[in-house]
T-cell receptor, first 110, second 114 residues
Framework: GESVGLHLPTLSVQEGDNSIINCAYS??????FIWYKQESGKGPQFIID?????DKRQGQRVTVLLNKTVKHLSLQIAATQPGDSAVYFC?????????FGSGTKLNVKP | EPEVTQTPSHQVTQMGQEVILRCVPI?????FYWYRQILGQKVEFLVS????????KSEIFDDQFSVERPDGSNFTLKIRSTKLEDSAMYFC????????????FGPGTRLLVL
């Protein structure tokens, strides 16, 4: 089956610093990738997505980078805020099936 | 802002009992999904649903599971004979279109099978 994994289970950053969360995927046929944020006791919340025909996409304070050569996805959060503290999942999609990574917990220190 | 809602928020049941988890997707969305998340583990895709039929399903979604859209607003997941390992958080999601489109998740139903 598909495999989507995260390199770091926990990331601690200082408020105001930039955060980078990484993700590896294994299915080269995946053509759509999403980052979700999950706060304790809540459902996943969409952050940003990227299609396989792109290598970078920017949103408000967030950037997703896709490197298809090494099957790597990253989420960059600029000027990290305490409200960014959560678990972040990447997910890959192939034919409307979605496969999630196990998540990275982001701790933002004031 | 429109949101996906789910009921109940928590459900406790005895092993072997049937449970029905309910979801109300966002009103103009046409594609519906169920996911589960066992405590401490990753979110797992169960099934996608469109036009009153299953579009895709995972290996987890066996004969014990079924989905239905009984009316114009609800989307349900039924587990016929619950097992201990069915204990998890179950999330419903919906999207306007399938394939590479934002899915909006509900808050989840925490199911505990005793």
């Amino acid at each position: 089956g598909e495999s989507v994994g995260l390199h770091l289970p926990t990331l601690s950053v200082q408020e105001g610093d930039n955060s980078i969360i990484n993700c590896a995927y294994s299915n080269s046929a995946s053509d759509y990738f999403i980052w979700y944020k999950q706060e304790s006791g809540k459902g996943p919340q969409f952050i940003i997505d990227i299609r396989s025909n792109m290598d970078k996409r920017q949103g408000q304070r967030v950037t997703v980078l896709l490197n298809k050569t090494v099957k790597h996805l990253s989420l960059q959060i600029a000027a990290t805020q305490p409200g960014d503290s959560a678990v972040y999942f990447c997910a890959e999609s192939n034919f409307n099936k979605f496969y999630f990574g196990s998540g990275t917990k982001l701790n933002v220190k004031p | 802002e429109p949101e996906v809602t789910q009921t109940p928020s928590h459900q406790v049941t005895q092993m072997g009992q049937e449970v029905i988890l309910r979801c109300v997707p966002i009103s103009n969305h046409l594609y519906f999904y169920w996911y589960r998340q066992i405590l401490g583990q990753k979110v797992e895709f169960l099934v996608s649903f469109y036009n009153n039929e299953i579009s895709e399903k995972s290996e987890i979604f066996d004969d014990q599971f079924s989905v239905e859209r009984p009316d114009g607003s609800n989307f349900t997941l039924k587990i016929r004979s619950t097992k201990l390992e069915d204990s998890a958080m179950y999330f419903c999601a919906s999207s306007e279109v399938p394939y590479q489109e934002t899915q909006y998740f509900g808050p989840g139903t925490r199911l505990l099978v005793l």
